[in-house]
């Protein structure tokens, strides 16, 4: 339907509104690794074509039709991660690099099977939400683990899936979607410490901010 190019854009700029970050210029030339003249030349054509309402200086923000061709592509990339990881086995920091591959060439019946034989999950291996057929995303509340106060317990919902070393790590510290931690203290500069299964450990303010959670408000503290 849409061109390879352009459903990396639609996909990158969901993304970034999904976390209420700024759609601009710089932040796709960053996060698509191309030059500011091109991605200003595609903000224009998806702005043509109606995907788009593009504000000088604000950047993109997707209309009613390029926020459905988005949430079509991000399905597709979350289930595909979760295909690669849990019926074949590839480990959590490569399934991301892969489904940028995958998603476009997906058909809608493979896309049912997937989901089928995957049981209709409802998150990727990084704990995103995996929009639904008819273009339903769970809205989460979103906090990263740098905003939080020492003593909080909180549970893990997302981790950021773009950089394959930082997933490596967390997954060595047991950091997955899930995983219940306590915040032992934050600090804007030193970065966060944290228990997590009887052990604690320091996440510097980059990895910190990758962390998205949910408080426990309920767990009987010792
Ligand atoms: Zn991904």
Same mark, same amino acid.
């Given at each position: 339907? =849409?061109?390879?190019?352009?459903?990396? +854009? %639609?996909?990158?700029? +969901?993304?970034?509104?999904?976390?209420?970050?700024?759609?601009t210029t710089s932040t796709l030339a960053a996060r698509?690794?191309?030059?500011?003249a091109s991605v200003t030349n595609m903000f224009k054509k998806l702005a043509a074509l109606n995907l788009v309402l593009h504000e000088p200086y604000k950047g993109v923000t997707l209309t009613p039709a390029g926020l459905?061709?988005? %949430?079509?592509?991000?399905? =597709? =990339?979350?289930?595909?991660? %979760?295909y690669l990881a849990e019926a074949l086995g590839v480990p959590w920091d490569q399934v991301h690099d892969e489904a940028e591959k995958w998603e476009h060439v997906l058909s809608e019946d493979m896309e049912d099977r997937i989901d089928a034989a995957l049981g209709y999950p409802t998150t990727s291996p990084h704990g995103a939400p995996i929009p639904t057929r008819d273009g339903t995303v769970a809205d989460r509340p979103y906090r990263s683990l740098n905003e939080l106060e020492p003593g909080q317990t909180v549970e893990i919902i997302e981790v950021s899936d773009r950089d394959p070393a930082l997933l490596r790590y967390?997954?060595?510290l047991g950091l997955y979607p899930r995983a219940r931690l306590e915040i032992v203290s934050n600090n804007p500069y030193r970065g966060t410490v944290l228990r997590v299964n009887g052990v604690e450990c320091t996440l510097g303010c980059d990895v910190a901010r990758h962390i998205f959670v949910e408080s426990v408000s309920d767990i009987p503290r010792e």
């Open positions: 339907m =849409h061109t390879q190019a352009i459903e990396d +854009y %639609l996909r990158e700029i +969901y993304a970034l509104q999904e976390r209420d970050e700024r759609a698509l690794d191309v030059t500011a459905k061709a988005a %949430l079509e592509v991000v399905r =597709h =990339h979350r289930l595909i991660e %979760l967390l997954g060595e």
